[in-house]
């Protein structure tokens, strides 16, 4: 036996820190068969070990020598059987097992090694689940004796036992009382069980039932022969459960979308395999050596069952390119960092003229001489901008200055132009010529059927010529171009490659007074829907005339009947492509002169779903949306792609102005929900917003309301290899709830039943606040849930006050705010105020800052929130200023009290804001310098 005292050292005098050694030296003597590891402290460095640790210099120690896989492996309830195959190891493969091994190094001779195991916290703390096989014991560890020549020890046949919810309690505290009596003689008092107790509820609150460690310690013989000498132990990388979503690899199955703009914000659909909405992220990066990268941007509401995520593409960090970019990204877990294989993404360079109205109108317009060389399709607009005359406005019928109609123009006198039909042979007393031989040879009647066709079409020639040619003595008398156009109004429908008309042109290069002349021509063509011709992009005169806004011309061609219904190539009517521009006046004109049409486009969607309200609320104007709400628009009506309203696409903007106006002025519905269940106050606190939150509940939001999804997958859902076990499912419904302090709630909804029958389990749904990653907003829901619709709902703020601020307080306040031309401190405020939207919008307004104000105020915001922004910012100036205005309205609302009691009550509402100026515990929580999570 080696000299084991000079080459040994006790766990204890390690420089991880621990016990004294006379401490541990007294609890090495008793056998170590039932020994509990967790009476000994070990430090940070054991948790993520990547090299071997020394316990001394030349010193035995353990090494793991394979690690055990971490995913892919399924911890099993005890109702279950033994599971199908031990733990394998980090490299196992089909055909090749490996398994968990450690081996000492520095020593032979017998030795013992046991494994237990471990949370996957820091520092590791005793778990509830169980190691079971051949080699483990009734308490959940497992040991093997290893030498004297082979000192490594392989773990064939681990298995994880799952214990259940209803047991924990039970089993937790009886580890505990194990590892308490390990190396005392005497019984447990009351005040030791009490702790005992609380620590277990402890352990049950933080443990993660998902992930495991194995704690592998080795014992060495002692000079009587025991295993009492511990060498350090070694933590394993952590074993995830494969029925938890973080226990799967991550893998991209499909996405509907690989390349988008380099300005970003395009909607990608990305199917993959089971993830965590609150520990799942996608990246975006260039692998080179500038080490760009971005993240897509979603909220918990757009994961979807954790196995789809739809988020919106971050821009790339280059916002001019002239030519596709390629980049890749990934998949990536926030808590561990594991990553997808990457996939490739294309950035392309911004489509200023997706229309292609700008590349019409650089195109090359012929000159006058060039015209008689007969090139360009784009010449020949003779005439100067003649007036209509008697013709003018939407009179179509105004006669010639010979006295003839429109219609008569085609047959002027004798000519037979009226009955020229392409090729066809003319029946006529000239088409036979006197003397002619009908016996001649087959050649000869050739010939002459030859000649009555040229007889025939310089026929024709003549009689296009004389037309044209008084039309022109026409033109010259009154100066009327549609003296001109009335006799080519049968070219009226020639299209160039382009697929575009003469009015399509007109229309494309802004020339009025042609657009009116072309109507009036092209609509006294009988039987003919030149108007509504469209070109290669599905837009027709209309679609132009919108695009190109140009409000007159759009009259003109309604008035001219211009079928309004017809889409572009995208589903786009003239209602979206307004919206899309954001343009009012535009707006105006089309539901003035829509007349019938204007129910049947305001219901309808393009083709990505969206209704003229969505595309209001994404433009940004609140006028624009004012007019389709009056003309009898659904301020709730919900887009084809999720089922969300204008509130919910205001609320994921995050934009505060518009969703007050919409709640406040239009009185949208607050607990609408999408297709998936999710009202806007689930949007809002995913998003992370407090002043959104507050704006909702102060509308009446309802804070318990719960989406579709269930806050546990359903075992069916999580495993697919066993059938699902009551325990398993009992679990599943009660890990990972964070709204803990809401179970309780007596006025909760019922939970949605799954499969919907009475005789399964009942399962909770997502809240609000499950999905919240903001403490300020946790803090929000959870006092909204403890308190009555009265105390939920503030009291209105007082008619033409900001903040209950008097006009002087205020004036100075503004002076403050915008003293500095740049804007930097209303925009810093806006920013500490949490309402970054707002700065675009009130930038160009007389007092951005007053603005700013009432909208803070508007969403719920309160003084004491205000407060806590200016002195973070450092203007003690606006803070005194502000605290004297707050005195006063303590003042008066002492007196107001006394004088009245009917009174005490509302004035007392009031002064909730103020109160508010230094938050306690349990007051309301300020605005100010909270991030927002995206």
């Given amino acids: 036996m080696l000299g084991l005292d000079g080459l040994l050292r006790p766990a204890s005098s390690s420089p991880a820190g621990g016990r004294p050694r006379a401490d541990m030296d007294e609890q090495f003597q008793p056998c170590l068969d039932g020994i509990d590891y967790d009476d000994f402290n070990f430090g940070s460095h054991m948790m993520e070990q990547k090299e071997p640790l020394m316990e001394t210099v030349e010193g035995p120690y353990l090494l793991i020598i394979e690690q055990p896989k971490q995913r892919g492996f399924r911890f099993r309830y005890g109702c279950e059987g033994p599971s199908h195959g031990g733990l394998p190891g980090a490299s196992s493969e089909k055909g090749r097992k490996t398994y968990p091994t450690v081996k000492i190094?520095?020593?032979?001779?017998?030795?013992?090694?046991?494994?237990?195991?471990?949370?996957?916290?820091?520092p590791?703390?005793?778990?509830?689940?169980?190691?079971?096989?051949?080699?483990?014991?009734?308490?959940?560890?497992?040991?093997?004796?290893?030498?004297?020549?082979?000192?490594?020890?392989?773990?064939?046949?681990?298995?994880?036992?799952?214990?259940?919810?209803?047991?924990?309690?039970?089993?937790?505290?009886?580890?505990?009382?194990?590892?308490?009596?390990?190396?005392?003689?005497?019984?447990?008092?009351?005040?030791?069980?009490?702790?005992?107790e609380l620590e277990a509820k402890e352990l049950k609150k933080v443990m993660d039932l998902s992930i495991v460690r194995l704690r592998f310690t080795a014992y060495l013989r002692d000079s009587s022969g025991n295993f009492t000498l511990a060498l350090q132990p070694v933590i394993s990388d952590p074993i995830h459960d494969s029925k938890s979503p973080g226990a799967s690899n991550l893998k991209i199955s499909r996405m509907d979308k690989t390349a988008g703009s380099v300005r970003g914000g395009d909607e990608v659909y990305l199917l993959c395999d089971k993830v965590q909405k609150d520990d799942i992220e996608v990246r975006f990066y260039e692998d080179d050596e500038n080490g760009w990268q971005a993240f897509g941007d979603f909220?918990?509401?757009?994961?979807?069952?954790?196995?789809?995520?739809?988020?919106?593409?971050?821009?790339?960090?280059?916002?001019?390119?002239?030519?596709?970019?390629?980049?890749?990204?990934?998949?990536?877990?926030?808590?561990?960092?594991?990553?997808?294989?990457?996939?490739?993404?294309?950035?392309?360079?911004?489509?200023?003229?997706?229309?292609?109205?700008?590349?019409?109108?650089?195109?090359?317009?012929?000159?006058f001489p060039q015209h008689f060389g007969g090139g360009s399709h784009m010449g020949g607009a003779g005439g100067g901008a003649g007036g209509f005359g008697s013709g003018g406005g939407g009179n179509l019928s105004f006669p010639y200055s010979t006295g003839l109609a429109y219609n008569s123009i085609y047959s002027p006198g004798p000519h037979p132009v009226g009955g020229y039909q392409g090729g066809v042979q003319m029946k006529g007393p000239e088409a036979e010529a006197p003397g002619s031989d009908r016996q001649a040879p087959a050649e000869s009647t050739y010939c002459k059927e030859l000649q009555k066709h040229a007889q025939l079409c310089q026929l024709w020639m003549l009689a296009l010529a004389r037309r044209n040619a008084h039309a022109l003595l026409d033109y010259s008398v009154t100066a009327d171009p549609r003296m001109l156009l009335a006799v080519q109004r049968h070219l009226a429908a020639s299209q160039d490659e382009n697929g575009d008309t003469p009015l399509h042109l007109a229309i494309i290069h802004e020339q009025t007074a042609v657009i009116k002349q072309l109507i009036e021509v092209i609509v006294s063509i009988p039987s003919q829907q030149i108007i509504n011709i469209s070109n290669n992009l599905q837009q027709t005169p209309l679609h132009l005339a919108v695009i190109t806004k140009q409000p007159q011309v759009v009259q003109l061609l309604l008035q001219a009947r211009a079928d309004p219904t017809l889409l572009d190539r995208y589903g786009n009517s003239l209602l979206h492509l307004a919206l899309q521009a954001g343009d009012e006046e535009m707006l105006r004109t089309l539901l003035a002169h829509l007349g019938s049409a204007a129910p049947y486009l305001l219901r309808l969607p393009n083709f990505h779903g969206l209704l003229p309200v969505h595309l209001a609320v994404k433009a940004k104007s609140l006028a624009c949306l004012d007019l389709l709400v009056r003309k009898g628009a659904d301020v709730n009506a919900v887009e084809r792609q999720g089922g969300r309203t204008p509130l919910h696409l205001a609320v994921e903007m995050e934009n505060l102005n518009?969703?007050?106006?919409?709640?406040?002025?239009?009185?949208?519905?607050?607990?609408?929900?999408?297709?998936?269940?999710?009202?806007?106050?689930?949007?809002?606190?995913?998003?992370?917003?407090?002043?959104?939150?507050k704006l909702l509940l102060k509308a009446g939001a309802d804070v318990l309301c719960e989406n579709d999804e269930p806050v546990s997958p359903s075992s069916s859902e999580a495993s697919s290899d066993?059938?699902?076990?009551?325990?398993?499912?009992?679990?599943?419904?009660?890990?990972?709830?964070?709204?803990?302090?809401?179970?309780?709630?007596?006025?909760?909804?019922?939970?949605?039943?799954?499969?919907?029958?009475?005789?399964?389990?009942?399962?909770?749904?997502?809240?609000?606040?499950?999905?919240?990653?903001?403490?300020?907003?946790?803090?929000?829901?959870?006092?909204?849930?403890?308190?009555?619709?009265?105390?939920?709902?503030p009291a209105a703020p007082r008619p033409g006050k900001v903040l209950s601020l008097d006009s002087e307080a205020l004036q100075g306040l503004e002076q403050l705010l915008n003293q500095d031309c740049s804007g930097s401190d209303w925009i810093e405020l806006a920013k500490r105020l949490g309402l970054c939207s707002l700065v675009e919008t009130y930038k160009d307004t007389p007092s951005p800052s007053i603005s700013l104000l009432r909208s803070y105020e508007l969403a719920g915001g309160s003084l004491g929130g205000l407060l806590e922004a200016l002195d973070s910012m450092g203007l003690r100036k606006a803070v005194r200023m502000l605290h004297k205005t707050e005195a006063l309205e303590k003042l008066q609302s002492t007196?107001?009290?006394?004088?009245?009691?009917?009174?005490?009550?509302?004035?007392?509402?009031?002064?909730?804001?103020?109160?508010?100026?230094?938050p306690g515990p349990g007051g309301e929580l300020p605005h100010s310098q909270q991030p927002q999570v995206h």
Avoid at 303 to 308: D, L, R
């Fill in 299 to 367: 909220s918990p509401t757009d994961v979807h069952k954790q196995y789809a995520i739809v988020f919106r593409t971050p821009p790339y960090h280059k916002p001019k390119i002239d030519r596709p970019v390629t980049v890749f990204l990934q998949l990536k877990r926030k808590r561990g960092g594991d990553v997808s294989d990457s996939k490739q993404f294309t950035y392309y360079p911004v489509v200023e003229d997706k229309e292609e109205v700008e590349r019409k109108r650089k195109k090359v317009l012929p000159q």
């Fill in 105 to 122: 190094c520095n020593y032979t001779g017998m030795a013992r090694i046991e494994v237990d195991l471990v949370t996957h916290s820091d």
């Fill in 722 to 793: 066993t059938d699902a076990d009551p325990e398993e499912q009992e679990l599943a419904m009660e890990l990972g709830e964070p709204a803990l302090a809401m179970e309780h709630s007596t006025n909760r909804e019922p939970p949605v039943q799954e499969h919907g029958q009475a005789g399964h389990r009942q399962r909770r749904c997502h809240t609000p606040l499950d999905l919240t990653r903001s403490q300020k907003v946790r803090e929000i829901l959870l006092q909204a849930s403890q308190q009555g619709p009265e105390a939920e709902l």
């Fill in 124 to 196: 590791p703390r005793v778990h509830a689940h169980s190691l079971v096989g051949k080699q483990c014991n009734e308490a959940g560890n497992c040991v093997a004796i290893v030498g004297p020549k082979d000192m490594t020890a392989q773990f064939s046949n681990l298995g994880v036992l799952h214990v259940t919810k209803k047991n924990m309690m039970e089993i937790m505290k009886e580890k505990l009382k194990q590892q308490k009596m390990r190396n005392r003689s005497h019984l447990l008092t009351e005040a030791e069980l009490r702790e005992i």
């Fill in 895 to 918: 007196e107001l009290k006394e004088d009245s009691a009917y009174g005490s009550e509302s004035v007392e509402e009031e002064q909730a804001p103020a109160l508010a100026l230094k």
């Fill in 658 to 693: 518009m969703a007050t106006h919409l709640v406040k002025k239009l009185g949208a519905d607050v607990n609408s929900r999408t297709f998936a269940g999710n009202s806007p106050l689930h949007l809002a606190a995913g998003l992370g917003s407090p002043t959104l939150t």
